[in-house]
């Protein structure tokens, strides 16, 4: 293999720590399979699944823009 400077590697969306692992609690899967689920999930259910953990309002609203 060799290294080509004009491809670049995956980029995933930077999401808050503390909704990682809530996912990663939720579903018992790794951080990385976390960061893939939260690209999947609608609002709906992540807004269904910060309630069930007792997420506040206030840090809902942040991630749920």
Do not use: P, W
Request: aromatic letters at 12%.
């Amino acid at each position: 293999k060799r290294f080509n400077k004009y491809i670049k590697g995956k980029k995933y969306k930077k999401y808050d720590n503390f909704l990682i692992e809530i996912i990663c609690k939720h579903y018992e899967i790794s951080k990385l399979h976390a960061n893939e689920y939260l690209e999947l999930i609608d609002k709906e259910d992540l807004k269904e699944i910060l309630e069930m953990y007792g997420t506040d309002k206030k840090q809902m609203k942040k991630v749920l823009k």
